[in-house]
């Protein structure tokens, strides 16, 4: 009798243990990371999560004879969240006020969702938030950019 409880209680702490196991590295098969080029150096920054969003709006603009017409701007945006601000990216947007070139990539280690890669053209910071705690780090930065392709499709 002993013997059946003691296989029992072995099975459910294998199972509970590789249950357990299978969670942990599950947060680590997709890889996600910023590249921007800085004249010759390429800068690799890991990322922790990416957004981007496009607007498009309509402004009244006063044209040098005086009258007025509408103008259609386009804006592309990309909030990043960082585990720890990247000092290296950080030096390379603020020394390069026309902006940078680069992308995200996004790539599952097993192979089951598609890669994705957006690029972006001319990204300048637009605002940038860094938490600091005793246990906890993060870092956010919002940059804006003049162009965005999404997977080889240019938005316009």
């Not at 910023?34 to 969003?53: L, M, Q």
């Not at 972006?120 to 870092?139: G, H, M, P, R, V």
Request: proline content about 1%; some cysteine; charged content about 25%.
């Amino acid at each position: 009798m002993n013997k059946k409880k003691f296989t029992l209680i072995l099975i459910v702490f294998c199972f509970l243990t590789g249950l357990s196991y299978g969670q942990q590295t599950e947060d680590k098969r997709v890889k996600i990371e910023i590249t921007v080029k800085d004249g010759n150096k390429t800068i690799v920054a890991p990322v922790r999560s990416a957004t981007f969003s496009f607007t498009t709006s309509t402004n009244n603009v006063t044209t040098t004879d005086g009258t007025e017409k509408k103008e259609q701007t386009r804006n592309y945006y990309f909030s990043i969240d960082f585990e720890r601000q990247n000092v290296a990216l950080l030096k390379a947007f603020m020394s390069n006020k026309n902006g940078l070139d680069g992308h995200i990539t996004m790539i599952d280690s097993y192979g089951k969702m598609p890669s994705r890669k957006l690029e972006f053209t001319k990204a300048n910071i637009d605002s940038l938030s860094d938490q600091l705690t005793a246990d906890y780090t993060s870092s956010y930065m919002s940059i804006v950019c003049a162009t965005l392709i999404i997977d080889g499709v240019k938005v316009e």
